[in-house]
């Protein structure tokens, strides 16, 4: 196992369900995309995929959007590149990062260059649709008539990361949200009764071990 990807949902439920705002979820969640992140290092995956903000999103009204723009904003500055050059850890960001808000690219673009054995990946404005339709441009303008699946991947915001070989989905629904539709095809799917807030590392733990039970034939035969 190389690669986890998690959805983390249910921060704003979080927040009511404790008679407090929305936003308060939304720092709460990335206090435990940290925690997450500290317990990665002992994980023994190389590479951790999170979705902090779907094309999606946008459909929220304007204070919510801009609520977790800036829990992101605030966080990426203090807490997550500190982290990555503490530690060592490659930080990539995938989506469409050219139609975020100028602050909140800025900061994006300051991404420390950290190199690393192990990768976090943060998808922010990402939506798999959306990705395939930049990929679809990305291959026109490198003159890629009829392109090859390799072609298709490699055009990908993903490309040269493994793909997942586990996704979670925090929060209590059982479905995908536009995360990673081509990269999750071969996935073994988990789905945590839980809110993201409350993330715990022994969630992980069993993901890894219920993994390891499990024999992935990839559309082959099971010799
Ligand atoms: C969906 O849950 C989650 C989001 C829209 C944003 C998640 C973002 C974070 C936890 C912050 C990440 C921080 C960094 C630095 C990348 P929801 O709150 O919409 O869930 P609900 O409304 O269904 O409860």
Not at 50 to 72: G, L, M, P, Q, W
Not at 79 to 100: H, M, S, T, W, Y
Not at 108 to 118: F, H, I, Q, T
Request: proline letters at 4%.
């Amino acid at each position: 196992m190389k690669h986890i990807a998690v959805i983390m949902d249910g921060n704003g439920r979080w927040a009511v369900k404790r008679g407090r705002e929305r936003s308060v979820g939304y720092r709460f969640g990335a206090r435990a995309l940290m925690r997450l992140a500290e317990d990665f290092l002992s994980f023994p995956i190389s590479t951790l995929t999170v979705y902090a903000f779907s094309t999606e999103n946008n459909k929220r009204d304007s204070k919510e959007v801009s609520n977790i723009f800036s829990v992101i904003a605030s966080f990426l500055l203090s807490e997550v590149f500190p982290f990555c050059q503490k530690n060592g850890v490659a930080l990539r960001f995938i989506g469409n990062l050219d139609a975020l808000p100028d602050d909140l690219k800025q900061i994006v673009e300051s991404n420390p260059a950290v190199s690393g054995e192990k990768t976090l990946v943060i998808a922010i404005n990402y939506g798999g649709s959306d990705e395939i339709l930049r990929a679809y441009e990305k291959m026109k303008e490198k003159g890629i008539v009829r392109p090859t699946e390799k072609d298709l991947y490699d055009n990908l915001d993903t490309a040269g990361l493994p793909m997942p070989d586990a996704v979670l989905r925090y929060g209590g629904y059982k479905r995908l949200s536009n995360f990673l539709p081509l990269q999750t095809i071969y996935s073994e799917l988990f789905f945590i009764d839980k809110l993201w807030p409350d993330y715990d590392r022994s969630d992980i733990e069993k993901v890894i071990s219920d993994f390891s039970d499990i024999k992935r034939n990839f559309g082959g035969n099971n010799a």
